[in-house]
């Protein structure tokens, strides 16, 4: 018989919070549409952008792009959405390629109500399992209301 003590700390644990992310600062080249010059994608992409996350600098629809350095296998992405401030429902479709132009697999489209006080924070984890990613794109709808006023922002996108 094998066994194993565990604590009480150990149960329960999220195992995607302990997964190996990919180092995307030497994997990829990135593409966007805009950034507050602020809140720069490095705060959302790397580990150390100090928690910052991306702002776009511009209403509307927000593209996001990763364009990998060499074809890679793809197993997991995480998302994290905040807003602390504006009553909102933002719209994203993440989407992959195993070519520069396409054509696109669309891995997810989801809403999200942001209503703060209350609702104020999305963290979307999925387990995608492409083998051959070349362009991995984020499209990003801040408010799917018409004329809204309200800007794309994202706290953290990893991927592994």
Known sequence: MIKRIIGHSAMGRDLLSYEKWLDIAQLAEVELTSEDPDYPIEGALLPDG?????RAAERDEQIIRLIFNQIIPLRRTKLQFIEERVERTHE?????SSEMVGPFKQIVRQQWNFSPPG????????QVNLDQVKVLELILT??????STAIASMAVWRIA
């Open 50 to 54: 100090a928690g910052r996350g991306w």
């Open 142 to 147: 801040p408010d799917v209301r018409v004329n």
């Open 119 to 126: 609702t104020t924070s999305e963290v979307e984890n999925y």
């Open 92 to 96: 994203f479709v993440l989407r992959a």
